[in-house]
């Protein structure tokens, strides 16, 4: 793989990768986003795959392969099945699986998003600096998404899109990871994707259990503890 | 050497797949208690061992070193104490109608696994197992949290699986950032996340990359050991979680994310000078000890009021290893062992004043001390530990940390008496809830009638009170005499990194 | 030099004539592919071109209480969209008027065409008119920063924010289209064409309904050779704005200088099928379409800028994003 060349499909992917993250703001439907979680995963396995195979190495390519198929494929099926268990009693169904009264509404969001963007930006630039290649370059996209995921978090109120949110950071993390150093040693990403694997299945749980015993997912319904 | 390093992960490891496979019943109730004693034991002999430099394990994936080896007593200790009281706790539980043979199976296993995950954590040798093991204590602990599955349970276990995982994930980043600076120092590819190899090569990592890994870190850990500002999980999940793992929880998990940081200073006092954590450290510190010292003069809820005091003395510890020194460093030690120790009696004694007058408001409490004089003693001697009165070993670390404050410069002698008036605002606050508490004539809300003479026998089985008065007496005795612990205080001292 | 002048200034003319005599023609085309796949018999293609005839044969007429905005309106949008059909780079690059054919000078025309019929509308002083404003304004604020945002991120590989230079740098190197910032500002400016050309989803060409309608709020007032001249310049921004899509992101065809004749009829030949391709892809969009509510569509646009600025980002940050 020439120069050119890998740094174009190193871009395309992260491109795809940043717009998946960002689209994720735009989108209401829980369903869609999740689909858009998925398609992230799958632009984060071809990132992992393009520097694989820049740098020859079957390892990093297999790497790429688990992590594809944890993010875009085992990570969405588990949230669709969280979204697809049926409210009980009275049809909130309409309500449940949108996001209807987000804090921020989608304009000044996704107007926020191009601001975190710049911000991404201006925070790695001594990453970039120690090292800077096509594969460095492009931390900034991975840092996007990460606050991106963060603004889902803290503005989104349905229980899915704040485990969404959670994952847009981990995502993001993992790709800052490859990024810069082709990946953490494979001990501590096969500890790190199980435990994250682990927390969703944990959250789904307590998802359910949020259902039964406040009747929906609406995260302003948790006001029961303050001080 | 492998299986003494190993003991202290694998006994919980092992009682939690018997308690998976046999189900928590009379014959295995004591299990849990006999993992914590033989882990504490391991952790003794190690401590032992590793007096004259660490040991590895499992082709270098665990090491032992004196700092280890006390964290390990620390958990090994706390563990004895939760697990004393879980059997206990568990026949009340179910006896109020919470929970049956299922909770209980889960409660078991869960809480060994999560004492195994504390004690990876602080056997790791690599900081993404580090991060990995912390992690996991929070998934493992979730269920516990939501252990009673009410309205408030859930909400304070979803608040605590989102909060941590999220301030944790800034860690990762952190580790992740570390991982890249250290390759570019030349650091072997294998070997990347090893703290020790990190520490050794500290001077050649470039010092912008690790700025941000380093704040991250501290961030992202500091979230999970309770510091300011991602600290809002904290009285939440406290005050839901069974007894027991409350005690778990305030006595060694906050400690053991802060040891993460510990162990992270190291490698960036080396790498960009002392200056760059003590600043982030004196903030939350001053940060934690002001949130504590606000939220506690209107506090309404007693378990809320211990949590809240355990954000306190994080608070402190963070003030201490900012100050940095032998001595400082040699008081926070100690603090994470008296703290853990008074700290895990307060939520267990806690935890009978709750199942007895089924309220856990302040107000629902009047003059326990006749009512239950055992267990008011207990739950007063506590308060008295973690407010640092004498004899008790918090209030020899607590001026072991102050002295060193005073010696070590104007911003020191600032900072801590910055710290001395939010301390003293603490102590009057926990003192007026406590006096309400303890003092007056008895009555609780809605508990039986005034003066059943049984009342005070069904307060406290005596099984219940031997770890509260077992906790009290070794906090008291670390007041007066460390014995044989001052050496080992002194090398994990050494190994927290002395600035000279 | 004067072969090449030559060349050009033909384009040129072909490249106007073109615009003028093909605006109504792709209206017309876009209706009746609609009309097909909605199963009606639909009214041919050139039957917007009976409707201009139609309409000015009419006599004028102005309503009462208006000025010279109202009059000045049709005149200016036409004229506006006259100079831009003139000076983008549709058939060669190497126009004369190449100098001119910068991304701020267009988006500025564009923008003066649009405030006009908006202030137009104004004059009338009708409930229909102003809200047909407001509505056209709040969309233009969002629309023009997009475009400038957009056509700079595609200007940075090429170092200029000429509309040709830029045209000859990605027909130079053709793969440069599949490149993120070239994606995203291809789908950021496409959204805004169809917001600026008032088209499904953000606003629908064939209704009347008060509720949602923008563009056609504006015109309700105007009649016979004025609204002629409406019609006829809102198609010829379409057929333009659709034509430049073509050249930046579909830059095959576009004669360049220093070519001759038979390049320039290859591209007028390649100017007509890919304006004719869009129209027809946009007008079977249309079909499957529903109008989006007028209150989410500031959330459409926003997500365009955002994918406009995306594209800058992105030329300017990744290795391979130019």
Redesign the interface.
């Known amino acids: 793989m020439n120069d050119s060349m890998y740094a174009q499909w190193l871009a395309l992917a992260c491109g795809a990768f940043l717009l998946a993250g960002v689209l994720v703001l735009w989108r209401r439907d829980l369903a869609a986003i999740v689909r858009l979680f998925a398609l992230q995963g799958v632009a984060l396995g071809a990132m992992v795959v393009v520097l694989g195979l820049r740098q020859g190495s079957v390892h990093l390519v297999a790497v790429a392969v688990g992590v594809g198929a944890l993010r875009a494929g085992l990570l969405p099926y588990l949230m669709r099945r969280a979204l697809d268990t049926p409210p009980p009693g009275n049809g909130t169904a309409g309500e449940e699986a949108r996001e209807t009264r987000p804090l921020v509404n989608v304009a000044t969001s996704l107007l926020a998003a191009a601001v975190l963007a710049l911000v991404a930006y201006a925070v790695s630039q001594p990453i970039v600096r120690l090292s800077p290649g096509p594969a460095t370059q492009a931390v900034p996209v991975a840092l996007t998404v990460l606050l991106v995921g963060f603004f889902v978090l803290v503005t989104r109120r349905r229980a899915l899109s704040q485990v969404v949110g959670f994952l847009l950071i981990d995502n993001a993390i993992t790709a800052t990871a490859f990024l810069t150093t082709s990946g953490v040693p494979l001990v501590v990403e096969l500890g790190v994707s199980l435990d994250v694997l682990l927390a969703v299945l944990v959250l789904q749980v307590l998802t359910t259990r949020m259902r039964a015993a406040f009747g929906g997912t609406d995260l302003g319904e948790l006001r029961e503890l303050h001080d | 050497m492998t299986l003494l390093v190993g003991a202290p992960v694998l006994l919980p490891a092992l009682a939690g797949c018997l308690y998976a496979v046999l189900g928590w019943r009379p014959a295995t109730a004591w299990l849990g208690a006999v993992a914590a004693a033989g882990s504490l034991a391991a952790a003794i002999a190690l401590a032992a061992v590793t007096a004259d430099g660490p040991r590895q394990a499992l082709g270098g994936l665990l090491r032992a070193d004196s700092l280890s080896a006390f964290m390990l007593i620390v958990i090994g200790a706390v563990a004895l104490l939760a697990m004393l009281a879980s059997p206990a706790y568990l026949a009340a539980e179910s006896a109020a109608g919470h929970g049956g043979p299922r909770a209980a199976r889960r409660y078991g296993m869960f809480t060994q696994g999560f004492v195994a995950a504390m004690a990876l954590a602080v056997l790791a040798a690599s900081l993404g197992v580090l991060w990995v093991a912390v992690e996991a204590t929070t998934i493992l602990t979730a269920f516990l949290v939501g252990h009673r599955r009410t309205r408030e349970a859930t909400e304070a276990a979803w608040k605590y699986v989102v909060i941590c995982s999220v301030g944790i994930a800034l860690a990762l980043l952190g580790v992740v950032l570390l991982h890249y600076a250290g390759q570019h120092a030349g650091v072997d590819a294998g070997a990347g996340l090893d703290w020790a190899v990190l520490a050794g090569h500290a001077a050649a990592l470039d010092p912008g990359v690790t700025r941000m890994a380093v704040a991250l870190l501290v961030l992202g850990f500091g979230a999970k050991a309770g510091l300011a500002p991602m600290n809002a999980w904290l009285p939440d999940a406290h005050s839901q979680a069974p007894a027991p793992v409350s005690a778990l929880m305030s006595g060694v998990l906050l400690s053991v994310a802060f040891y993460a940081i510990l162990r992270v200073k190291v490698i960036s006092d080396a790498a960009l000078g002392a200056g760059f954590t003590r600043t982030l450290l004196l903030a939350a510190a001053l940060g934690s000890l002001a949130v504590a010292a606000a939220l506690l003069i209107a506090q309404r809820d007693y378990k809320r009021m211990l949590a809240y005091s355990s954000i306190e003395h994080m608070g402190l510890l963070a003030l201490g290893a900012a100050i940095g020194g032998r001595l400082a460093l040699m008081a926070v030690l100690l603090h994470i062992l008296g703290h853990g120790l008074a700290k895990s009696v307060l939520f267990l004694s806690a935890g009978h004043i709750n199942l007895a007058a089924g309220s856990s408001r302040i107000t629902a409490i009047r003059g326990l001390a006749r009512r239950a004089p055992l267990l008011a003693g207990a739950f007063g001697l506590g308060l008295a530990a973690v407010l640092g009165l004498p004899p008790f070993s918090l209030f020899a670390s607590e001026i072991g940390i102050v002295r060193a404050g005073f010696r070590s410069g104007a911003w020191a002698g600032w900072a801590t008496g910055a710290a001395l008036v939010l301390l003293l605002v603490v102590f009057a606050a926990v003192a007026r809830h406590a006096g309400r508490m303890l003092l007056g004539p008895p009555q609780f809300s809605d508990a039986a009638g005034p003066d059943d003479p049984a009342g005070a026998v069904r307060l406290l089985p005596r099984t219940a009170a031997l770890p509260l008065v077992a906790g009290l007496a070794a906090a008291a005795v670390l007041g007066v005499w460390t014995g044989p612990l001052r050496p080992l205080l002194e090398t994990a001292a050494t190994i927290a990194g002395v600035t000279p | 030099m004067s072969g090449d002048l030559m060349s050009g200034l033909i384009a040129t003319v072909l490249q106007v004539v073109l615009v003028i005599a093909g605006a109504p023609l792709l209206v017309g085309l876009m209706r009746q592919v609609r009309a097909r796949m909605e199963g009606r018999a639909g009214a041919g293609v050139p039957q917007p071109w009976r409707d201009l005839r139609k309409l000015l044969r009419k006599e004028p007429t102005e309503p009462r209480d208006t000025g010279w905005p109202f009059r000045l309106a049709p005149l200016v949008l036409a004229g506006t969209a006259l100079v831009v059909a003139a000076v983008v780079p549709l058939v060669s690059t190497a126009s004369p008027l190449d100098s001119a054919a910068d991304l701020f000078a267009v988006t500025a025309l564009l923008a003066l065409g649009s405030v006009a019929l908006a202030l137009g509308g104004l004059d009338t002083g009708t409930a229909f008119g102003g809200m047909g404003a407001s509505r056209e304004v709040t969309v233009l604020a969002l629309v023009e920063p997009t475009i400038l945002v957009s056509v700079f991120a595609l200007s940075v590989r090429a170092g200029s924010t000429n509309l040709g230079a830029i045209v000859n740098v990605t027909e130079a190197d053709p ?1 440069r289209v ?4 070239s ?2 500002a291809a789908v950021a400016l496409a959204v805004v064409t169809i917001a600026e050309t008032g088209r499904i989803p953000v606003d629908n060409p064939s209704t009347h309904l008060e509720l949602t309608m923008i563009h056609e709020a504006m015109v309700l007032e105007y009649s016979g050779p004025d609204l002629a001249l409406i019609e006829w310049a809102s198609a010829a921004r379409l057929t333009v704005l659709l034509g430049l899509l073509g050249s930046l992101f579909l830059p095959w065809g576009v004669a360049t200088a220093g070519t001759g004749a038979l390049a320039v009829l290859i591209g007028v030949a390649a100017f007509a099928v890919k304006t004719a391709a869009l129209g027809v892809l946009l007008a079977v969009g249309e079909v499957f379409m529903a109008k989006l509510r007028l209150f989410r569509i ?2 459409l ?3 365009s ?3 406009a ?2 594209a800058v ?2 030329s300017f ?5 130019a």
């Open positions: 793969m599949l490149s993120p910032a994606l995203l500031p959330e646009l926003a997500g800028f955002l994918l600025l995306l980002a992105a940050f990744l290795a391979g994003g």
